[in-house]
Each structure stands twice: as structure tokens, then as C-alpha cells.
T-cell receptor
Framework: GDSVTQMEGPVTLSEEAFLTINCTYTATGYPSLFWYVQYPGEGLQLLLKATKADDKGSNKGFEATYRKETTSFHLEKGSVQVSDSAVYFCALSDRSGGYQKVTFGTGTKLQVIP | GAGVSQSPSNKVTEKGKDVELRCDPISGHTALYWYRQRLGQGLEFLIYFQGNSAPDKSGLPSDRFSAERTGESVSTLTIQRTQQEDSAVYLC???????????FGQGTRLTVV
């Protein structure tokens, strides 16, 4: 079945550092890919998405590129801020077994220190 | 509705009691998901509904956990004979066929004492 693998956290960075959170996936179809963010004490919300190969999703300074050849969708940001401290979830949506289903990774906690 | 609604938002129950958690998905969303998130942990998949059927319930941790969905709308997650390890936030999400993005509710925080 489909699966999403994220790098283990927590990730601790200083403010203005470069961020990469790795995400790889396996899927039987041709999935759409997502990054969700969960700020402390809040629910999950969509951060960005990409629906086809080589698409780049971007939002709030974060970017991720859909790489079909490496089945990856790594999240990057050039200069993180303390307010980016949150848990980040990689996800895919795929039609598998006759159903359209969303599959999530387990999440990566990011802590940005001043 | 405008978003995914979960109730109650908080529930404190005594060990051994049964609890019911409710999820109202976005109107017209055929897919509905339940997840569990323990304190400081990631998402743990519980069950997935497509319409009123559950093609994937592989994440239900024991036979104390069950879920149903009626009218392709509301879903209830029932935990029987609650244990302290059931304490967590239970999240519900829904998605449509046209827009595959999943939308989350705010969750139900369950505390078993």
C-alpha cells in the first residue's frame, strides 16, 4: 500500500538557518503531495501542495518540489523564524484499490531558537 | 458545514467508561479519516471511510475501538472500557473526490483518569 516516510525529529535550528525536512513516498498511482503544519495548540492546516511531477508548491517562504524520479517531496525554507516552530506532516493523496485516500507521515517537529 | 466539526472538544472520563466522539465532515466530502495524536507524538491512523463503508480500519488498536458513519456524513468513534493509554487528541479529517486535500477538525482531547 501507499506510505510516507519523514525524517525523524525533533529538528532544532537557530533563527535564519536553512531548513530541509526530508519526505519520501511510495504509491501505486500518481499521487498529489502535500505538506501540513501544526502550530502549538492548533489543528493541522495545509501548508503547500503539488499535483504533478516537477511542480513546486510554495507558501510562507516554504517550498517543496515533486520529484517523481526520486519519489521525494522535501520541504525547504531559506531562513527560518521562531514562529515556524511547529510539527510538519508530509502527505500524499492517491487512488488505490478503487478509493481516493490520503496517507500521512508521522510528522517532524521543528524547534527554532532565537 | 464550513469546516470539519468535532465534539466534544474536551472529554474527561473515568477509566472503564465508554466514550463517543463525533465528527461532522465538510458537506459533500465522501472520505473521512480518524487519527489519534498522543502528547508530543505524530499522527496515528485509525480508520478511513469512503461513504458509509470502511475499506481500511487497520489502525484501530483493539476491539475496544469502533467507528461508524451514517448518511455519508456524521461519524462516531466509540471507545469502550477506556484505559489511561487512550488519553490523546482524536482528530477527524475529510476530503472530496474533486479536491484531494484533507481538511482537519480541531480534535477532541480525551483524558482518562
Amino acid at each position: 500500500g501507499d506510505s510516507v516516510t519523514q525524517m525523524e525529529g525533533p529538528v532544532t535550528l537557530s533563527e535564519e538557518a536553512f531548513l530541509t525536512i526530508n519526505c519520501t513516498y511510495t504509491a501505486t498511482g500518481y499521487p498529489s503531495l502535500f505538506w501540513y503544519v501544526q502550530y502549538p495548540g492548533e489543528g493541522l492546516q495545509l501548508l503547500l501542495k503539488a499535483t504533478k511531477a516537477d511542480d513546486k508548491g510554495s507558501n510562507k517562504g516554504f517550498e517543496a518540489t515533486y520529484r517523481k524520479e526520486t519519489t521525494s517531496f522535501h520541504l525547504e525554507k531559506g531562513s527560518v523564524q521562531v514562529s515556524d516552530s511547529a510539527v510538519y506532516f508530509c502527505a500524499l493523496s492517491d487512488r488505490s484499490g478503487g478509493y481516493q485516500k490520503v496517507t500521512f507521515g508521522t510528522g517532524t517537529k521543528l524547534q527554532v531558537i532565537p | 458545514g464550513a469546516g470539519v466539526s468535532q465534539s466534544p472538544s474536551n472529554k474527561v472520563t473515568e477509566k472503564g467508561k465508554d466514550v463517543e466522539l463525533r465528527c461532522d465532515p465538510i458537506s459533500g466530502h465522501t472520505a473521512l479519516y480518524w487519527y489519534r495524536q498522543r502528547l508530543g507524538q505524530g499522527l496515528e491512523f485509525l480508520i478511513y471511510f469512503q461513504g458509509n463503508s470502511a475499506p481500511d480500519k487497520s489502525g484501530l488498536p483493539s476491539d475496544r475501538f469502533s467507528a461508524e458513519r451514517t448518511g455519508e456524513s456524521v461519524s462516531t468513534l466509540t471507545i469502550q472500557r477506556t484505559q489511561q493509554e487512550d488519553s490523546a487528541v482524536y482528530l477527524c479529517a475529510s476530503s472530496s473526490l474533486q479536491n484531494t486535500e484533507a481538511f482537519f477538525g480541531q480534535g477532541t482531547r480525551l483524558t482518562v483518569v
